[in-house]
């Protein structure tokens, strides 16, 4: 079977959620995915663009009133074959993160002790942020999407991500100590 790239998977994946145009699937990847997994909006066209030609999606137009019609994509037998054969493969890698804050701290003795306090704290406040926006996106699941069949899957997902934004937290208390 042919291979995609992971943008094109994961497309096809949020075409299961119901998001039908491309301006959804962006708000769908602003409100969710964008926490662990960037999809800029000029790749989302040419992905749909692509989904088209490749038989793996349909695109049906929808009137609106008032409005000009917009496309809706809606995934073909094909196209959901891909996404299950995807969603089975093994992972080829872990992921690498990128993190500036750990390059600027790995080169720390090149910059004020105050200078890597202020990072640090910096970045804690960041994270503290982020834990709330996790904490918020849960609360909209369990009030407006509990019952949605993805739901579990979304909480997973958003379980890691409050996980190892706790985990940096009390690693930025425990850094700052030390410093």
């Not at 998001?19 to 662990?36: A, M, P, V, W």
């Not at 090149?110 to 910096?122: C, G, I, P, V």
């Not at 934004?165 to 410093?179: Q, S």
Request: glycine fraction near 6%.
């Amino acid at each position: 079977m042919k291979k995609y790239n992971d943008t094109t998977y994961a497309i096809l994946g949020i075409l299961t959620t119901n998001c039908r145009s491309g301006y959804e699937i962006k708000q769908f990847i602003d409100n969710s995915l964008n926490h662990f997994w960037k999809i800029s909006y000029g790749q989302i066209y040419p992905t749909l663009k692509k989904l088209e030609q490749e038989e793996l999606a349909t695109i049906q137009a929808a009137s609106r009133e008032g409005k000009p019609d917009r496309k809706e994509y809606f995934l073909t037998e094909k196209g959901k074959e891909v996404l299950k054969d995807w969603l089975e493969q093994p992972l080829k890698q872990l992921p690498i993160e990128r993190n500036e804050v750990l390059l600027k701290l790995f080169f720390g003795r090149h910059q004020t002790e105050e200078q890597s306090l202020f990072l640090l704290e910096d970045y804690k406040q960041k994270l503290e942020n982020l834990y709330q926006t996790y904490e918020g996106i849960e609360e909209g699941i369990a009030r407006y999407n509990n019952n949605h069949s993805d739901a579990k899957y979304w909480l997973f997902t958003l379980d890691y991500g409050k996980r190892v934004t706790g985990a940096a937290i009390a690693w930025c208390d425990e850094t700052i100590k030390e410093l």
